[in-house]
């Protein structure tokens, strides 16, 4: 399959099909009535969570092992599914960020639908680790795409007015290294299966949406160099992907993949200047890392001066020589040691900073950059 035939060449025709939700949610407003699953209950659901605090629990499945979440605005946070997923509810659809593993899939459908019956529209997967891409192909399939794919609402299939016929479900969005790397070409094995791939992409340093509020894309490469960071702008909410765990020790950096120690420290000095603190750098803009607690401004400052405080020890052993046995008997973590349960361990971190500086100086910045 050429890849290249998956990158993002739809822009304007998204754009020109968009137009249509409009008519489409209206249409789907007034069927409700009668539906089995009315949206009356379904959106009161929505009313009941918003005025809850960051964190607040919306609702819980699996004997509370999955918890729904208000974050703030038009955005929740669904925990306990693999990586943590957001819930975006625009004015006529659902936007998600992350999919979660496979086997939580209908229980995030489930989470959503307790929120609201509007059709969920675009997947952003952050990164391509099976705990956020795993759910992809199921929440896709209970999706749509666009008014002219085959199982939209209540049968508007408006093709013969864009004249595109395109595959059904929701459209999966990630950055272009992300699909590269989960593909392969024509006639070979992919690593992936295709069912989980983008199948839209962007090249650049960010991409934009609108699901009644402004969302950014961000390409941030720190773990891969496929990693994405997404802004809900209105909300003020970031998903942060790999980028940020509290819960990590010490951050996951796949140099397989084109994961950097520079890349995650520019990648978090990145959000930091996203987020604007309410008081005494707490509140205002919220985080949802990749797995863990909704966090604010000040939890992820900490949490970038650890990174880089272990960087500078770890390359200072670099340039006096030490080998990786030496600077681990040296443990330059010891003042953090045992502050996650989940991610890398002090070993697994220190390994992949050794090897990535210990690389020419140029093989660096190529990293950090993603190749660009």
Not at 51 to 78: A, E, F, R, S
Request: glycine content about 10%.
């Amino acid at each position: 399959m050429n890849v290249t035939v998956l990158r993002c060449t739809r822009a304007l025709e998204l754009l020109a099909v968009l137009v249509l939700i409009a008519a489409v949610g209206r249409a789907s407003a007034r069927q409700g009535e009668s539906s089995p699953q009315s949206a009356l209950p379904l959106r009161h659901q929505d009313e009941l969570c918003r005025p809850l605090p960051p964190g607040g629990v919306c609702l819980q499945l699996d004997n509370g092992k999955v918890q729904l979440l208000h974050v703030q605005g038009n955005v929740y946070m669904l925990a306990g599914t693999g990586g943590n997923i957001a819930v975006q509810i625009g004015d006529q659809s659902v936007m998600v960020v992350d999919a979660g593993v496979a086997n939580m899939s209908d229980k995030v459908i489930s989470a959503i639908r307790a929120l609201t019956d509007k059709p969920l529209f675009f997947i952003i997967a952050t990164n391509m680790e099976d705990d956020y891409i795993g759910g992809n192909a199921r929440l896709s399939q209970a999706g749509w795409a666009l008014p002219n794919a085959s199982n939209i609402p209540f049968g508007h299939d408006v093709s013969n007015l864009t004249g595109l016929k395109l595959p059904s479900g929701a459209a999966i969005v990630g950055h272009i290294n992300m699909l590269d790397r989960m593909s392969a070409p024509t006639g070979q094995k992919a690593p992936v299966a295709e069912e989980l791939w983008p199948t839209d992409t962007y090249e650049g340093d960010d991409w934009r949406l609108y699901n009644g509020e402004s969302v950014y894309i961000y390409h941030v490469p720190a773990h891969t160099d496929g990693d994405s960071v997404v802004l809900f702008r209105g909300s003020d909410v970031i998903c942060t992907g790999d980028l940020f765990n509290p819960l990590n020790s010490y951050p996951v950096i796949d140099l397989k993949k084109g994961g950097s120690i520079d890349g995650y420290i520019d990648g978090l000095n990145q959000i930091i200047e996203l987020m604007v603190a309410k008081e005494n750098e707490e509140g205002g803009t919220y985080v949802i890392p990749g797995h863990g607690p909704i966090s604010d401004r000040n939890d992820v400052v900490n949490y970038r001066d650890m990174v880089t405080v272990l960087r500078a020890r770890i390359a200072a052993m670099v340039e006096e020589g030490k080998t990786v046995e030496q600077v681990k008997a040296a443990n330059p973590t010891f003042d953090y040691d045992g502050l996650g349960n989940y991610g890398a361990t002090k070993d697994m971190f220190i390994e992949a900073v050794y090897q990535d500086l210990s690389k020419p100086r140029n093989q660096q910045k190529s990293t950090a950059g993603g190749g660009r």
